[in-house]
């Protein structure tokens, strides 16, 4: 158990719909990072926050969107979905410490968009 | 920008034999990080070994080890005595020294497949 924990761990819906996958770092752990793998794209990270603020954007469309809340537990939302969106979305926590940190990885969203 | 790339999509060992995965990067940096996950059909990703770009010597984690080579940019992974857990597809990922955290870049990944 990494303690980071993703939920929901499935979710299916349909195109153009909107859903919010959730995720609780670490105890302690500053940082989130919201990561998908996908067949044709592997693994790719999307954005990252730390401490309630954006800190860095990878390879996020403009239909999805995060943010972190006080609590640090951060929220992916992804709007219009479409079928190529159906991935494993990963969550991944870590300690800031002025130099890279091991990242833990929950145990992912799988979303199929039917 | 950076690059990693992992060249074998499939590898298959013996229960007991050793197996090395291959892994290449491409980096302006001086300062960095690398990593091997595994992901087990579970799908978690666990981290195996950590290797930082200023250390000279290779890591080693019990039946892992590495074999960094900085100037060639290369970061294989040697599997001793192969298990049948060790089945799994593992990830070559880099990551460089930065203040605000530590996003990491992912290979293709390498299918790993153990024969009892």
């Known amino acids: 158990d990494s303690g980071v924990t993703q939920t929901p761990k499935h979710l299916i819906t349909a195109t153009g719909q909107r859903v919010t996958l959730r995720c609780s770092p670490r105890s302690g752990d500053l940082s989130v990072y919201w990561y998908q793998q996908s067949l044709d794209q592997g693994l790719q990270f999307l954005i990252q926050?730390?401490?309630?603020?954006?800190?860095a954007k990878g390879n996020i469309l403009e239909r999805f969107s995060a943010q972190q809340f006080p609590d640090l537990h951060s929220e992916l939302n992804l709007s219009s979905l479409e079928l190529g969106d159906s991935a494993l979305y990963f969550c991944?926590?870590?300690?800031?410490?002025?130099?890279?940190?091991?990242?833990?990885f929950g145990q992912g969203t799988r979303l199929t968009v039917v | 920008a950076q690059t990693v790339t992992q060249s074998q999509p499939e590898m298959s060992v013996q229960e007991a034999e050793t197996v090395t995965l291959s892994c290449t990067y491409d980096?302006?940096?001086?300062?960095?990080?690398l990593f091997w996950y595994k992901q087990p059909p579970s799908r978690q990703m666990i981290l195996v070994i950590r290797q930082e770009a200023y250390k000279q010597q290779n890591a080693t984690e019990n039946r892992f080890s590495v074999n960094f080579q900085k100037a060639a940019k290369s970061f294989s992974l040697k599997i001793s005595d192969s298990q049948l857990g060790d089945a799994a597809m593992y990830f070559c990922?880099?990551?460089?020294?930065?203040?605000?955290?530590?996003?990491?870049?992912f290979g293709e990944g390498t299918q790993l497949t153990v024969n009892p």
């Open positions: 991944a926590s870590s300690v800031i410490q002025g130099a890279a940190t091991e990242a833990f």
């Open positions: 990922a880099y990551t460089y020294k930065e203040t605000s955290g530590s996003r990491l870049t």
């Open positions: 926050y730390y401490n309630g603020e954006e800190r």
């Open positions: 980096t302006s940096e001086s300062d960095y990080y």
